[in-house]
């Protein structure tokens, strides 16, 4: 089965096309990791446009579509799990979400990414490459977390440890889906996906006013 995999929680969007079949690891056929800071609107259509062209398939041949909930800033967060969810349904395929930091590294590790306001989104797995604790988000130099840490080297100083780089991937996508696109309920109908809902982690930064300022007409 071809699965297309799509994350916009950091500031490089991923877009990628796997084979995936139960009990083996996926086979990613294209991939296309994008720096794009906040434009993640404008860069994820043409970079899955770009995935399907260079697998040399169409969108009418994928199976399933895999995207990362974050945690991640609300605005570009929103834009890759609006995009798989209008793709399946406007194609009539599950779709998966699943924790992206889940899909950044492998074994035992703590991943860490920017959550931006000087903090860290982080979450902890053991050797099996299963989430012990988190996601959460902190300030690193209040933070008590253990190595070995993966994930954005920026933070290697604040941690007071080195942090290896890593992103998220399209293989790491597809390895924390396995459970759920195992599943036979999945494209049976008998048990619908569960409903796609984003890891915020915390409120965004623009929020409704508290007071008003009286409006006098002369």
């Given at each position: 089965?071809?699965?297309?995999?799509?994350?916009?929680?950091?500031?490089?969007?991923?877009?990628?096309?796997?084979?995936?079949?139960?009990?083996?690891?996926?086979?990613?056929?294209?991939?296309?990791?994008?720096?794009?800071?906040?434009?993640?609107?404008?860069?994820?259509?043409?970079?899955?446009?770009?995935?399907?062209?260079?697998?040399?398939?169409?969108?009418?041949?994928?199976?399933?579509?895999?995207?990362?909930?974050?945690?991640?800033?609300?605005?570009?967060?929103?834009?890759?799990?609006?995009?798989?969810?209008?793709?399946?349904?406007?194609?009539?395929?599950?779709?998966?979400?699943?924790?992206?930091?889940?899909?950044?590294?492998?074994?035992?590790?703590?991943?860490?990414?920017?959550?931006?306001?000087?903090?860290?989104?982080?979450?902890?797995?053991?050797?099996?490459?299963?989430?012990?604790?988190?996601?959460?988000?902190?300030?690193?130099?209040?933070?008590?977390?253990?190595?070995?840490?993966?994930?954005?080297?920026?933070?290697?100083?604040?941690?007071?440890?080195?942090?290896?780089?890593?992103?998220?991937?399209?293989?790491?996508?597809?390895?924390?889906?396995?459970?759920?696109?195992?599943?036979?309920?999945?494209?049976?109908?008998?048990?619908?996906?569960?409903?796609?809902?984003?890891?915020?982690?915390?409120?965004?930064?623009?929020?409704?006013?508290?007071?008003?300022k009286p409006v006098t007409t002369t």
């Amino acid at each position: 089965m071809l699965v297309l995999a799509l994350d916009t929680a950091t500031p490089t969007l991923l877009a990628g096309l796997a084979r995936w079949s139960p009990g083996r690891e996926p086979e990613v056929l294209a991939e296309r990791a994008v720096p794009s800071g906040t434009r993640h609107a404008e860069l994820l259509t043409p970079a899955i446009r770009g995935v399907l062209a260079d697998a040399g398939v169409a969108l009418a041949d994928v199976g399933a579509v895999v995207t990362g909930l974050g945690p991640g800033p609300f605005t570009g967060l929103r834009v890759g799990v609006v995009t798989a969810a209008a793709i399946a349904d406007a194609r009539g395929l599950p779709v998966v979400g699943v924790c992206s930091l889940d899909a950044v590294g492998s074994g035992a590790r703590t991943v860490v990414t920017d959550a931006r306001r000087k903090e860290l989104y982080w979450a902890t797995y053991t050797a099996d490459g299963a989430r012990a604790d988190g996601p959460g988000v902190v300030r690193p130099e209040a933070a008590e977390l253990t190595g070995p840490f993966v994930g954005d080297p920026a933070f290697a100083e604040r941690l007071g440890a080195p942090v290896s780089a890593a992103e998220v991937t399209t293989a790491g996508l597809l390895r924390a889906a396995a459970p759920q696109l195992a599943d036979p309920a999945l494209f049976d109908g008998s048990a619908p996906p569960a409903p796609l809902v984003p890891l915020y982690l915390r409120r965004p930064d623009a929020t409704p006013p508290t007071s008003f300022k009286p409006v006098t007409t002369t």
